[in-house]
């Protein structure tokens, strides 16, 4: 979690010297610490902008929206805004060191110390994010009352119960501490009673971690409770550890502890939304589990769940988004990619086995690394050009036996689209050389090789057949056809100049 460190000078709440505006406190100097004593007990979330920004217009009215619904739905959350371009909080603004603006920072109930808001900056996603993230216990009474609550609230993510026979003592206090700093992360619950104890297979007291419902499979165990904990920092390993069944669930605030861990992650991303999809999650889970459980008591992997609406952005940048279901096999910078023509059967069968033979191909070098590419072609030779993508470049460049010409255009930049037409001149030019051609390709629809580097459209590249492995650039700006000519056989200039 990030946080920002700054000190948060007590007032008494005297006269607060700040206005109101569809529910959100607009705030400078000295009234954003009245305001940080007065609602010390709520979540406090502060949007810092500055009118000047370009983002701020679109952002400022989503978020006075969600202050009004949350304001209806009466969640103890109180929003403010800070405008940093206002004297008198030039100086407050400069003790965070906050990316861009507008910016969205949030205190937990009770804390003085600020976290940055990760989550999507939209009205709906505002709201259910921020009333996930207050500070509150579920207390039970009943085992009908905890398993109903468990099956509609806690379906792809676990619940942290703490199991007492009193609210009070050393060991509820640590739980209290622990669930105040982390309802950013984690929902509580509370119960007391021997009866609890009991179905926790607790002695007495202690903590039992109960994984998501809607997760698990015939591999997993329902719970893990545990009652002697040697420090702080023992105890949150063993909920951040254990509250995971062996198919996890990835949302935006945990998604950097999967996508940045040291283990392989192998994401499968459908459409998840729990509420909408919950017999369609259940179904491919039990499939994707039969498949991999084998690894489950190895460290090899580390398997979850993806809503692929939640993470649209993610596979747009990767050109997957075209794929209902597309399974991810994240190492390193390195992607390896299950399609959905692979994973499913024309009939929507899932096909668990695919899975299975995809990781037992990988761990023995057999997959390739997938590249971003648009799809290869029909039509291979466009007027003498070929036509290369991202797939095709290591057979039909890197690979290839002839000197090659590898023009790299976007077709968002009009300028390198219409040197095609004279790129096009110069494969006609050169067309009784069996040992030359020339290829194409939209660099920004697909991955080249690095030594292909990209820093403007158009970009070109002497691709020499006894050295595929170093290219040479075309430098200078002019795209006349003697110069590409030139380019290609420097022989050429002298020829012109013998005509002369
Ligand atoms: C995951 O699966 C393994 C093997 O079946 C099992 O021993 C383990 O308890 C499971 N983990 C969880 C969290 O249920």
Redesign the pocket.
């Given at each position: 979690m990030k946080t920002f460190g700054f000190f948060i000078l007590v007032f008494t709440a005297q006269c607060m010297a700040y206005t109101k505006e569809m529910n959100v406190y607009q705030l400078e100097g000295e009234a954003i610490s009245e305001f940080q004593y007065e609602f010390r007990d709520q979540l406090r979330i502060f949007c810092f902008y500055s009118p000047y920004a370009v983002d701020t217009k679109e952002f400022l009215p989503k978020y006075k929206n969600a202050a009004a619904t949350l304001k209806l739905n009466e969640a103890p959350i109180t929003l403010a805004m800070i405008d940093i371009s206002r004297p008198g909080n030039k100086d407050f603004s400069l003790k965070h060191d906050v990316l861009g603006y507008p910016a969205v920072v949030y205190y937990l109930s009770g804390l003085t110390e600020p976290r940055l808001y990760l989550g999507k900056k939209e009205t709906n996603a505002m709201i259910s994010e921020f009333q996930e993230m207050v500070f509150d216990f579920h207390d039970f009474s009943t085992e009908e009352e905890f398993n109903s609550y468990m099956t509609t609230h806690r379906q792809v993510q676990g619940l942290v119960l703490g199991v007492f026979q009193d609210y009070s003592g050393k060991s509820y206090d640590l739980f209290y501490d622990f669930a105040q700093k982390n309802s950013d992360a984690y929902k509580f619950g509370r119960v007391k009673g021997e009866k609890w104890a009991e179905k926790f297979g607790l002695e007495k007291e202690g903590v039992a971690v109960i994984?998501p419902t809607l997760l698990l499979t015939s591999?997993?165990?329902p719970f893990?409770s545990a009652s002697k904990f040697s420090s702080k920092s023992d105890f949150e390993n063993f909920i951040k550890t254990?509250i995971?069944?062996?198919i996890s669930w990835v949302t935006q605030r945990n998604k950097d502890e999967f996508f940045n861990g040291p283990t392989p992650l192998v994401a499968l991303y459908f459409n998840a939304d729990p509420k909408m999809y919950s017999s369609q999650i259940k179904y491919y889970i039990n499939r994707y589990a039969d498949a991999v459980?084998q690894y489950?008591?190895t460290n090899k992997f580390k398997f979850v769940i993806v809503d692929r609406e939640s993470f649209i952005e993610k596979l747009e940048a990767d050109f997957l988004n075209t794929d209902k279901i597309v399974l991810v096999l994240y190492r390193e910078e390195k992607k390896y990619v299950l399609r959905q023509s692979q994973l499913l059967t024309n009939d929507n069968k899932f096909l668990g086995p695919a899975i299975k033979e995809f990781l037992e191909g990988w761990e023995k070098g057999k997959v390739k690394k997938y590249v971003r590419s648009q799809p290869v072609p029909s039509k291979k030779i466009e007027n003498r050009v070929r036509v290369v993508v991202g797939d095709t470049f290591e057979d039909e460049v890197q690979n290839s036996n002839k000197n090659q010409l590898v023009y790299i255009y976007s077709t968002s930049n009009p300028k390198s689209v219409e040197v095609i037409k004279t790129i096009e001149e110069v494969a006609e030019y050169f067309k009784q050389e069996p040992q030359f051609e020339i290829v194409k390709i939209d660099g920004s629809l697909n991955e080249l090789p690095f030594m292909f580097d990209v820093s403007y459209y158009p970009t070109m590249y002497f691709s020499p057949k006894k050295r595929k492995d170093i290219p040479v650039r075309y430098s200078g700006y002019d795209y006349s056809k003697q110069k590409i000519i030139e380019f290609i056989n420097p022989e050429e200039k002298k020829k012109k100049k013998e005509d002369l």
């Open positions: 994984r591999y997993d165990t893990k254990e995971h069944p062996n459980n489950f008591s």
